[in-house]
């Protein structure tokens, strides 16, 4: 048997360091003064960073022998004679399709054990074993108690999982841990890859998403996208639901790209869509829940992005030291960024004030395309920070509150 390197730690599948220091390594030197009573070096931060690192990942002899263990581990996983198979994989299968996985149960030993617990993962619904003809019913949590296992008898674990929405390889584990001082946990490996009955497509590429890119409140923006069933068969878009009020939608068979792929009537269809005018500042879309004639649906998530289209100037307001008992007056500048914009200024307040003071605000000009407000500072405020947010509000139910934050100290 080889030796193990000196460095190995068998019992860790990580090496930690601490950066600024000298890290945990093997050496006399770094071994002589304990962890915990290692000094930070004048000027170097006291924040220190724990990194990990995977023993197999390293090169030389100690991630060669970090990989050589976990193929012997996996070599007797494999192997051992508790439950077979170890792995299940169900290929494809439709998103929200419940799938049991059966993996054949024995004592292998010639004395009785005990099954100690089960744990699964959270894609696991339930777990059901079997000895010889009694069920066991294994909550969520893991055994109330342990499981008999007569030596020789057999029996059957049973691992239910659900195909979640989502599109995919999926994995679920399973650990059962025994009496068996030779084989005292086995992991079980579920996995699956989800599909949907409907292929959304853009460009020949199948997408759950579509991104409409920056827009302004007069922008529009037109886009489409293909659906296609999965078991070429007809099917019926009936409705569609979560598009915003700016979204204009309509979906018709794609004939001619049913006849280019040798498709059925009705198993193709194209999806046109159409954004804007009159969006709201800011919004980003969202997403688009298609019903058809069948059980199953298919969706995709449009976004984009609606620029103010009014600017500040400045974004942050900064009085810098204002002395006490002579306040204080700053502007803040605003402005149409697109020269069409027209935009009525109806009232200004304050939000978040601390402390509680009687600062005031007003627009002292405006023209439909710029405004002027000024915010002041009055001279009885007392010393000490004052801060808050100057909301300006607009008379077009389009344009949200414009909000600019503010910072003074009063000395």
């Known amino acids: 048997m080889k030796p193990e390197p000196a460095c190995s730690l068998a019992a860790f599948a990580t090496v930690i360091a601490i950066s600024g220091l000298s890290g945990v390594s093997c050496s006399e030197k770094a071994m002589a003064e304990p962890l915990h009573r290692r000094t930070i070096p004048a000027g170097q931060s006291k924040i220190r960073t724990i990194r990990a690192v995977e023993l197999k990942s390293l090169p030389g002899k100690v991630g060669q022998w970090a990989r050589e263990r976990e193929l012997l581990h996996e070599q007797d996983r494999r192997k051992q004679g508790w439950l077979q198979p170890v792995d299940k994989d169900f290929g ?112 020949g590429q199948a997408r759950t998403s ?122 803040i500048h605003l402005a149409a960024v697109d020269p069409a914009d027209r935009f009525e200024v109806t009232g200004v307040d304050f939000l978040d004030l601390r402390p509680k003071t009687t600062v005031t605000a007003e627009c002292v000009s405006q023209d439909g395309r710029s405004a002027s407000i000024r915010v002041t500072i009055p001279a009885d405020v007392p010393k000490g920070r004052l801060s808050g947010k100057v909301r300006v509000r607009f008379a077009s139910d389009k344009l949200p509150p414009k909000v600019v934050a503010f910072l003074a100290i009063v000395r």
């Not at 777990?127 to 019913?137: A, R």
């Not at 049973?158 to 030779?182: F, H």
Request: proline residues 6%.
């Open 92 to 203: 494809e299968q439709p998103v929200n399709t419940k799938l049991v996985g059966k993996f054949e149960l024995r004592n292998p030993t010639d004395r009785d054990q005990r099954i100690t617990n089960i744990m699964s993962s959270c894609a696991c619904q339930g777990i059901v074993v079997w000895i010889g003809d009694k069920e066991h019913v294994i909550p969520k949590g893991g055994l109330p108690k342990p499981i008999l296992v007569p030596k020789g008898a057999t029996g059957r674990l049973e691992a239910r999982i659900l195909v979640p929405d989502r599109q995919g390889r999926i994995y679920t584990e399973v650990r059962v841990d025994t009496s068996d001082p030779d084989v005292s946990s086995i992991r079980l490996s579920l996995s699956t890859i989800g599909v949907r009955e409907f292929i959304v497509e853009h460009d």
């Open 210 to 331: 579509l991104d409409l890119g920056l827009l302004s409140i007069r922008s529009t923006r037109e886009f489409e996208f293909t659906v296609k069933s999965r078991d070429k068969k007809p099917f019926v878009v009936e409705r569609w639901n979560g598009a915003p009020d700016a979204f204009k939608i309509e979906a018709k068979k794609a004939s001619h790209l049913e006849a280019a792929e040798g498709r059925p009537d009705g198993s193709v269809w194209k999806v046109r869509g159409k954004v804007g005018p009159g969006l709201t500042e800011r919004s980003v879309g969202g997403l688009i829940h298609f019903d058809t004639d069948r059980k199953d649906t298919f969706e995709i998530n449009v976004y984009m992005l609606v620029k103010p289209s009014i600017s500040a100037s400045p974004s942050f307001l900064s009085y810098g030291i204002v002395p006490k008992g002579k306040g204080g007056t700053r502007d």
